[in-house]
Nanobody, 122 residues
Framework: QVQLVESGGGLVQAGGSLRLSCAASGRTVSTYAMGWFRQAPGKEREFVAAIWWSVGSTYYADSVKGRFTASRDNAKNTVYLQMNSLKPEDTAVYYC???????????????WGQGTQVTVSS
């Protein structure tokens, strides 16, 4: 079993920055890839970024490339999403997930956090 707790959301003006955190616990957490997703009102949940605990490899959705950076702290079992140059269209509930990913992309989410709201004002 894996537990995920996000934090760090809030209200920010366009062009600003926020850093989200996802604290992970559970004996098997290191065997999973970690992902960030978001869901805006009336829209489906969409992939944002993924990171692997072991080597720190990352990949991103085209909509956030160059603006968002995923990182991890293995000692703290925590992954982060640094979000810069935020736009109003980034407004969403952001979720952390543990699942399966590979060269073909994100395949499956096995565990989800509760989500944290990010609101970007224009």
């Amino acid at each position: 079993q894996v537990q995920l707790v996000e934090s760090g959301g809030g209200l920010v003006q366009a062009g600003g920055s926020l850093r989200l955190s996802c604290a992970a616990s559970g004996r098997t957490v290191s065997t999973y890839a970690m992902g960030w997703f978001r869901q805006a009102p009336g829209k489906e949940r969409e992939f944002v970024a993924a990171i692997w605990w072991s080597v720190g490899s990352t990949y991103y959705a085209d909509s956030v490339k160059g603006r968002f950076t995923a990182s991890r702290d293995n000692a703290k079992n925590t992954v982060y999403l640094q979000m810069n140059s935020l736009k109003p269209e980034d407004t969403a509930v952001y979720y952390c997930a543990a699942g399966l990913a590979g060269v073909g992309g994100w395949y499956r989410s096995d565990y989800w956090g509760q989500g944290t709201q990010v609101t970007v004002s224009s």
